[in-house]
Nanobody
Framework: QVQLVESGGGLVQPGGSLRLSCAASGFSLDYPIGWFRQAPGKEREGVSC????????YYADSVKGRFTISRDNAKNTVYLQMNSLKPEDTAVYSC???????????????????WGQGTQVTVSS
């Protein structure tokens, strides 16, 4: 059974950093893993993705240069390092996996089959 569990969210001041973790079980990171976020009243947004084959990474323009996605195959975990956080980064962040995710449409949540429960990130002073 595929399961994804996020952790690492919390309250941080503007300019601060957080590292989110997405621990996978039931498969060995052989699917692309995407990070998505949804703020109250807004649509879900693709934040970043890492491929399963060559480790290619993808980022939304809004987070390029501030967020870094990585994976540790030994721990079956994908990380999202978030630096220089802004109030507009406040959202519930979820990771997702699926055989059809990644690639040029990596930001389309409909392509991912498995989802975690999400972790809240709040950026506020």
């Amino acid at each position: 059974q595929v399961q994804l569990v996020e952790s690492g969210g919390g309250l941080v001041q503007p300019g601060g950093s957080l590292r989110l973790s997405c621990a996978a079980s039931g498969f060995s990171l052989d699917y692309p893993i995407g990070w998505f976020r949804q703020a109250p009243g807004k649509e879900r947004e693709g934040v970043s993705c890492i491929s399963s084959s060559d480790g290619s990474t993808y980022y939304a323009d809004s987070v390029k240069g501030r967020f870094t996605i990585s994976r540790d195959n030994a721990k079956n975990t994908v990380y999202l390092q978030m630096n220089s956080l802004k109030p507009e980064d406040t959202a519930v962040y979820s990771c997702a996996a699926g055989p059809y995710g990644g690639g040029s449409n990596w930001y389309d949540g409909e392509l991912y089959e498995y989802w975690g429960q999400g972790t809240q990130v709040t950026v506020s002073s």
